[in-house]
């Protein structure tokens, strides 16, 4: 258990600006859902941060335009995206972890986050996605090295130096030897 609250406290301390996406898809407040929806489309996104005067204050999401467009049967080109974004915008700073993203994600309910500069412009976005890439990539390594270093471990199969079947090879130097090949080396 001990080794998993290490693995998550690795995970965590990744800068976000390792994981974000750069130069996310952004509109200016004046847009309608049609050129947003567009856009998205076009990117293959799933969001647009909507800007003014170079300044965030916005997100549209696929799930905003479905809900409050479509389900309301409004015509796209006719509703403005300041009219259904998702505001106050809940920003993260490029200098901060994966841990503390993944916190102001699920205490304000979202899973984007646009990522800014100290000047607060947009520099990236990272998603829940994102996250769980970083996590699952981390997870997967640190099982390869538990599983590589284990020494103790005994299976049955066959001796990787002289090909012989047996019921107690042990991993060795990345090899599972036998124990009359460990006692030729002296690694009993």
Do not use: W, Y
Request: aromatic letters at 0%; glycine letters at 4%; a neutral charge.
């Amino acid at each position: 258990m001990k080794k998993t609250s290490n693995a998550i406290r690795f995970e965590t301390k990744v800068p976000l600006r390792e994981v974000m996406i750069r130069d996310p898809t952004a509109l200016e407040l004046g847009a309608n859902v049609a050129k947003a929806a567009k856009t998205m489309c076009k990117q293959g996104v799933g969001s647009v941060i909507i800007l003014e005067h170079n300044k965030p204050i916005g997100i549209v999401t696929e799930e905003d335009i479905n809900c409050k467009v479509v389900a309301k049967d409004l015509k796209p080109s006719t509703v403005r995206v300041n009219d259904i974004m998702s505001t106050p915008l809940i920003t993260v700073s490029a200098d901060e972890t994966v841990g503390c993203a993944a916190r102001l994600m699920v205490k304000h309910k979202v899973r984007r986050l646009p990522v800014v500069d100290t000047n607060e412009k947009v520099i990236g976005i990272v998603t829940v996605r994102d996250l769980l890439t970083v996590s699952s990539a981390v997870n997967d390594i640190l099982e390869e090295l538990i599983e590589i270093n284990r020494e103790d471990t005994v299976d049955p199969g066959m001796c990787s130096r002289c090909g012989q079947m047996a019921d107690d090879l042990r991993r060795v130097d990345n090899m599972m030897l036998c124990a009359r090949c460990r006692e030729e080396e002296n690694l009993t």
